[in-house]
């Protein structure tokens, strides 16, 4: 990143010369992160024109969505259908996107805290083709027994109302598509941004929670792993009674309006920095 804004930087000291400036189109709002946006004024424009989520998603209207199949396993083309049946805000919905490789012990520990909480749950989970399924135990054997996918559409997801909260690795689109859909999240960062992310959701935005590691090793030699009981317990915090979840519900659906109002076309801050943006190339 560091070299990413040099290289834009060294591009804006040539602009200057001729009166341009560089400008950086970034995927956030005004109202959400301020001081970031502020923080290399002079260096660079940075321009929010987000949530770049689809505007259907975030409009007061209802349109229906249509959700596509992708996989072969039949149990994922239900699980709409499924999330239907389900009580309001009752699903935990897991997904560590698609880069991402979890231990085959950190799994273990995500389906047993997914099971003893009593919860159902959605889990996006790709199949490892060298491991047959017969071999990952009888603790993993049961928590397949719940709705588990290999792909799912996220937006869909998310915005359904059968979902309660969700199990992320908080990367930038799945945090950002969770506030502006306000869903309530469970950090559960693997690397790069998403630890700052984890961090900025619960000290400062606070509609979720993040993990703490209790245990440096697997014992496969795959690094750190969080326990059953830690995750058991922030799924706990954000779907219980409690003050903890009381507050993230509420500033989730605080940041959804706020999500909602940035791209309104009546002067929402995103809708009115990417229109000044078009209209200054095009003039």
Same mark, same amino acid.
């Given at each position: 990143?560091?070299?990413?804004?040099?290289?834009?930087?060294?591009? =804006?000291?040539?602009? +200057?010369?001729?009166?341009?400036?560089?400008?950086?189109?970034?995927?956030?709002?005004?109202?959400?992160?301020?001081?970031?946006l502020k923080a290399l004024e002079g260096k660079l424009d940075l321009v929010?024109?987000?949530?770049?989520?689809?505007?259907?998603?975030?409009?007061?209207?209802?349109?229906?969505?249509?959700?596509?199949?992708?996989?072969? =396993?039949?149990?994922?083309?239900?699980?709409?259908?499924?999330?239907?049946?389900?009580?309001?805000?009752?699903?935990?919905?897991?997904?560590?996107?698609?880069?991402?490789?979890?231990?085959?012990?950190?799994?273990?520990?995500?389906?047993?805290?997914?099971?003893?909480?009593?919860?159902?749950?959605?889990?996006?989970?790709?199949?490892?083709?060298?491991?047959?399924?017969?071999?990952?135990?009888?603790?993993?054997?049961?928590?397949?027994?719940?709705?588990?996918?290999?792909?799912?559409?996220?937006? +869909?997801?998310?915005?359904?109302?059968?979902?309660?909260?969700?199990?992320?690795?908080?990367?930038?689109?799945?945090?950002?598509?969770?506030?502006?859909?306000?869903?309530?999240?469970?950090?559960?960062?693997?690397?790069?941004?998403?630890?700052? =992310?984890?961090?900025?959701?619960?000290?400062?935005?606070?509609?979720?929670?993040?993990?703490?590691?209790?245990?440096? =090793?697997?014992?496969?030699?795959?690094?750190?792993?969080?326990?059953?009981?830690?995750?058991?317990?922030?799924?706990?915090?954000?779907?219980? +009674?409690?003050?903890?979840?009381?507050?993230?519900?509420?500033?989730?659906?605080?940041?959804?309006?706020?999500?909602?109002?940035?791209?309104?076309?009546?002067?929402?801050?995103?809708?009115?920095?990417?229109?000044?943006?078009?209209?200054?190339?095009?003039?």
């Amino acid at each position: 990143m560091k070299n990413q804004i040099e290289v834009l930087s060294s591009s =804006n000291r040539e602009e +200057d010369r001729t009166g341009t400036t560089t400008k950086v189109l970034v995927n956030t709002f005004d109202a959400l992160e301020p001081e970031a946006l502020k923080a290399l004024e002079g260096k660079l424009d940075l321009v929010g024109v987000g949530p770049l989520v689809p505007s259907s998603f975030l409009s007061v209207t209802q349109y229906p969505i249509t959700t596509f199949n992708t996989t072969t =396993n039949s149990a994922s083309g239900d699980y709409m259908t499924w999330l239907d049946s389900q009580p309001t805000s009752s699903i935990v919905y897991v997904s560590f996107g698609t880069i991402a490789e979890v231990s085959r012990r950190q799994k273990e520990e995500v389906g047993k805290a997914l099971v003893s909480s009593g919860r159902p749950f959605l889990w996006t989970l790709r199949k490892e083709a060298e491991k047959a399924e017969e071999e990952e135990g009888a603790e993993v054997a049961r928590w397949r027994e719940e709705m588990e996918v290999e792909w799912c559409s996220q937006v +869909d997801v998310l915005s359904h109302g059968a979902v309660g909260c969700f199990l992320t690795h908080c990367g930038w689109n799945s945090t950002l598509e969770s506030m502006c859909l306000g869903v309530p999240t469970v950090g559960f960062p693997q690397f790069s941004d998403q630890e700052t =992310n984890a961090k900025l959701v619960e000290d400062v935005w606070r509609t979720g929670v993040r993990v703490t590691i209790v245990s440096e =090793n697997d014992g496969g030699g795959g690094g750190a792993v969080v326990e059953e009981g830690e995750i058991r317990r922030c799924l706990d915090l954000v779907m219980g +009674d409690g003050e903890v979840g009381e507050e993230v519900r509420r500033n989730a659906r605080k940041w959804k309006e706020l999500a909602r109002s940035a791209v309104g076309e009546e002067g929402g801050t995103s809708y009115v920095n990417l229109k000044a943006f078009v209209d200054e190339i095009t003039s």
